[in-house]
């Protein structure tokens, strides 16, 4: 099974300031990976697939990076709606993997 | 309007079995993939099983083969779950979701909450 770690657990910023996420597979999933967004009480919401490319109603503040093993996301200008849990997964092959996530705290 | 609601959590005994319901509309359900997801306290996220559009093509994760089984009506545009031999870390929230064209799951319903307790 694909194990896919993030870092950091949490991460507290201020607005205006920028995050950087990470998520790292133990093995290349090629760029068969996707960012998401989960907010209590919410659906998930589908923020980066393929690595790099926005969801349709993504806003232009997040973008993805990376391949094979090592991805970033990257969320410029931060907002308090900003604040929420970010997740990576893994669809390269099944099952499709999540990391544990990282808390993003906007202070 | 484009939406996945899901149904049919709630509190079981261990042992016991669920049927979980998500239903799809808005969009050409038998068009898509889906899957179903679920975040137990503690572990994250888990896609747990997934079945093709054609139904013809089902997975399931090493926790929950066996136990729980995945099928879809395309007349009623509903996803299913049968849940069985629940036991408490199968206890948490049940997500349905779509696989847009590019694989990543590009919709996701609000989830359903299983509790196994005695």
């Known amino acids: 099974e694909e194990v896919m770690r993030q870092s950091p657990a949490t991460l507290s910023v201020l607005p205006g300031e920028r995050a950087t996420l990470s998520c790292r597979a133990s093995q290349s999933v090629s760029s068969n990976l996707a960012w998401f967004q989960l907010k209590r009480g919410q659906a998930p919401t589908l923020l980066i697939y393929n690595a790099s490319t926005r969801a349709t109603e993504t806003s232009l503040r997040f973008s993805g990076g990376g391949s094979g093993t090592d991805f970033t996301l990257t969320i410029t200008t931060l907002q308090s709606e900003d604040s929420a849990v970010y997740y990576c997964q893994q669809y390269d092959y099944w099952p499709y993997t999540f990391g544990q996530g990282t808390k993003l705290e906007i202070k | 309007q484009v939406q996945l609601v899901e149904s049919g959590g709630g509190l079981v005994k261990p042992g016991g079995s669920l049927t979980l319901s998500c239903a799809a509309s808005?969009?050409?359900?038998?068009?898509?993939?889906m899957s179903w997801v679920r975040q137990v306290p503690g572990r994250g996220l888990q896609c747990i099983s997934d079945?093709?559009?054609?139904?013809?093509?089902?997975l399931y994760d090493d926790s929950v083969r066996g136990r729980f089984t995945i099928s879809r009506d395309f007349a009623k545009n509903s996803l299913y779950l049968q849940l069985s031999g629940l036991t408490d870390e199968d206890t948490g929230v049940y997500y349905c979701?779509?696989?847009?064209?590019?694989?990543?799951?590009?919709?996701w319903g609000q989830g359903t909450t299983v509790t196994v307790s005695s």
């Open positions: 808005g969009f050409i359900f038998r068009d898509y993939d």
């Open positions: 979701a779509r696989h847009g064209s590019e694989r990543a799951l590009d919709l």
């Open positions: 079945i093709s559009r054609g139904s013809n093509n089902v």
